[in-house]
């Protein structure tokens, strides 16, 4: 069955709860969507927002690149060879991982619904249902209680905290979560660069009987060589996410002493889920774990992501709520939330309708 057509646009889509990070406070996200129509009909799409500080390219040049000509070499081209379009893609868009996202989690969805299977079902399903947590920026120690617990009562058990600008007050911070909620809810803390070397072993030094789940991303890429003076334990509950892009450094990264023992992969980082998935078979042969996140997304590109997660062996963290938050989105469907449980919907491909 051949592709007949191909569209891609940008919407400016607002947050509903604007956060900040270690560098930056973010108030809206800007997605790419791209739709491929095969002759009967069927189409398939595609969402990228790429953050141009941790990748180098914007959600801008994501549409100008899908704009540029060179998707209308697929029209006429069979739905079949799916995975070779995905390889010529990213032999044409190198260093571009919006818009080769865009275009890989778009050809998924239309080959799987072509087939009428799941993306999931197409990879082999290698996990159960897990759970993921959900994300507070930084911001005082009342607003960040009241928001916990809002959370809590819709039925998520474990909470990202975003730190990096005050380490003292981090760990005020996630004191007063641990004490609030006591056993209740895991905590895992993101830091987006944000610490020194010692401030990260004051932080550790100083929770350590709090019995954080994970420490994400503490320092700035290029620093990682300097996580070798922890102990083993230590690094074993750090996460790769900016130092994490694409499979070279996935391998670099995985050479001992290795820096992290968790890499958190996200398909605006990678390129999709066919190059998140030769990320993950290196993390699986150096023993390391996979944490699936994510940036402010779209239902499609999160969906995405959640059946390239539970086709790896090696996942054991989620953290996909990029679409909570959306003011608005343009499909519906994709997977269940029941409990801050992630439930793929088993509809062909990966199972959302455009609005």
Not at 15 to 33: E, Q, R
């Amino acid at each position: 069955m051949k592709i007949k057509s191909v569209y891609a646009y940008l919407h400016k889509l607002p947050i509903t709860k604007p956060y900040t990070i270690a560098y930056k406070t973010i108030t809206d996200t800007k997605i790419v969507f791209l739709e491929i129509t095969l002759e009967n009909g069927l189409t398939g799409f595609g969402a990228a927002n790429p953050f141009a500080d941790v990748v180098g390219e914007t959600p801008e040049q994501t549409l100008a690149n899908l704009q540029s000509g060179y998707l209308n070499e697929l029209v006429g081209k069979d739905i079949r060879e799916f995975n070779n379009l995905i390889y010529a893609a990213s032999m044409h868009f190198k260093k571009l991982p919006g818009t080769l996202a865009a275009i890989d989690i778009a050809l998924h969805d239309l080959f799987c619904k072509y087939l009428e299977i799941t993306v999931l079902d197409f990879y082999g399903r290698k996990k159960g249902n897990l759970p993921t947590s959900v994300t507070i920026g930084i911001k005082d120690v009342k607003e960040m209680l009241e928001e916990a617990g809002e959370y809590y009562k819709l039925g998520f058990r474990i909470l990202k905290i975003k730190t990096g600008i005050d380490v003292e007050a981090d760990i005020e911070r996630v004191e007063k979560l641990s004490e609030t909620f006591s056993k209740r809810m895991l905590i895992r803390v993101d830091a987006n660069q944000g610490y020194t070397i010692s401030d990260l072993r004051k932080f550790i030094e100083s929770t350590s009987h709090l019995g954080l789940e994970l420490i994400e991303q503490p320092m700035k890429v290029g620093d990682e060589y300097t996580l070798s003076e922890l102990s083993e334990k230590e690094r074993k509950l750090l996460v790769a996410d900016e130092s994490l892009l694409d499979s070279n450094s996935a391998w670099k990264l995985s050479n001992v002493p290795q820096p992290f023992g968790v890499y958190n992969i996200k398909l605006m980082k990678s390129g999709g889920i066919s190059a998140a998935k030769e990320i993950a078979v290196i993390a699986k042969n150096a023993g390391i774990d996979l944490f699936w996140g994510c940036n402010d997304e779209s239902i499609i590109s999160i969906t995405a992501a959640l059946h390239a997660a539970y086709s790896c062996s090696n996942t054991k963290y989620l953290d996909l709520d990029g679409s909570f938050d959306l003011a608005k989105d343009l499909v519906e469907g994709g997977f269940k939330l029941k409990d801050g449980y992630l439930y793929p919907n088993g509809l062909p491909g990966l199972g959302f309708r455009k609005l």
